[in-house]
């Protein structure tokens, strides 16, 4: 899911310069919002991954429950 929006914002990225190439007030907001979705993924993605440390780290499903 992060990667395809990733791909997503490059690709809208890529398009609006292509297709503008000034510096216009709709691009700047498109760089915008592309930069926010992408920290947005990214902390999401960040945050998935504490549950899978804790995962990895315990032992058995018990200690996994407690731990989260």
Known sequence: MTLLLYLAVISIRCLSAFLDN?????????????????SIALYFFVFEMFAVREQLE???SREYRRRT
């Open 58 to 60: 315990s032992n058995d």
């Open 22 to 38: 000034e510096d216009t007030p709709l691009q700047t907001g498109v760089f915008l919002c592309c930069d926010s979705l992408i």
